[in-house]
């Protein structure tokens, strides 16, 4: 079974930085790419930033320069955030989209398969 487990929300002042982590099981490294996508409140899901099998990345424009997606043979996947502002506060869900390509690109929400439980980014002013 499939299974994807975030860590490392939590509350920080603007400017701050945080990293998260997605420890994922039962997918097929080179098969998938692996997204941290987030839902601000009362706002759609939205795709922040995915990375393909052989390290190719796409960020949304609101976090390019500042979020960096990495991810491991080990399993793991992970999101430096810096310069973290309060638009940033949401849940971050680490996801799993199949049929994935050399290039990361933007795909909705919709097609990622497999989601972690979520994990609470909360940014003050």
């Known amino acids: 079974a499939v299974e994807l487990v975030e860590s490392g929300g939590g509350s920080v002042q603007s400017g701050g930085s945080l990293r998260l982590s997605c420890r994922y099981s039962g997918l097929t490294y080179s098969k998938y790419c692996l997204g941290w996508i987030r839902q601000i409140p009362g706002k759609e899901r939205e795709l922040a930033a995915t990375?393909?099998?052989?390290?190719?990345t796409f960020y949304d424009e609101s976090v390019k320069g500042r979020f960096t997606i990495s991810r491991d043979i080990r399993n793991t996947l992970s999101l430096q955030m810096n310069s973290l502002n309060p638009a940033d506060t949401a849940m971050y869900y680490c996801a799993a989209r199949p049929g994935c390509g050399p290039v990361a690109i933007f795909t909705p929400q919709s097609s990622y398969d497999f989601w972690g439980q979520g994990t609470q980014v909360t940014v003050s002013s």
């Open positions: 990375i393909s099998p052989g390290g190719s």
